[in-house]
C-alpha cells in the first residue's frame, strides 16, 4: 500500500504565493509521473501541472509563468509553487504519483487527500 500526504493550502490574497507538497511513503519501487489537479465547486477536476520521471514538465495554459512543479525523487516527493495568485485559482488541490510497487512490479495511480487553496481578492 501506498500513502499520498499533501500539505502546504491555505488561505491567501490575491497576488500572494503558496507551496504544495505531497509526500508518498510504503511499498514504492520507483515512482513515474507525479502531477498537481484542482477541482473548483461545480467543476470538473484539471490537470494543473505534471512532472515525469526524467524531469519534463507540463502546465494548464492558465497557470503558466505563475506555478512551477518540481520533486525531490529521494523524499518522493512532488512540489507546486504557486506565485501570483488569482481568485480563479480557488479550489481544492490533489496530488497523484505514478508509483510502481515493489512486491508486484506493477503501476498504480495514487491520489492525496486533497487541500483548499483559497486566493481573496
Known amino acids: 500500500q501506498v500513502q499520498l500526504v499533501e500539505s502546504g493550502g491555505g488561505l491567501v490574497q490575491a497576488g500572494g504565493s503558496l507551496r504544495l507538497s505531497c509526500a508518498a511513503s510504503g511499498n514504492i519501487f520507483s515512482i513515474n509521473a507525479m502531477g498537481w489537479y484542482r477541482q473548483a465547486p461545480g467543476k470538473r477536476r484539471e490537470l494543473v501541472a505534471a512532472i515525469s520521471s526524467g524531469g519534463s514538465t507540463n502546465y494548464k495554459d492558465s497557470v503558466k509563468g505563475r506555478f512551477t512543479i518540481s520533486r525531490d525523487n529521494a523524499k518522493n516527493t512532488v512540489y507546486l509553487q504557486m506565485n501570483s495568485l488569482k481568485p480563479e485559482d480557488t479550489a481544492v488541490y490533489y496530488c497523484?504519483?505514478?508509483?510502481?510497487?515493489?512486491?508486484?512490479?506493477?503501476?498504480?495511480?495514487?491520489w492525496g487527500q486533497g487541500t483548499q487553496v483559497t486566493v481573496s481578492s
Open positions: 497523484k504519483q505514478v508509483v510502481v510497487n515493489t512486491t508486484q512490479r506493477m503501476t498504480y495511480d495514487y
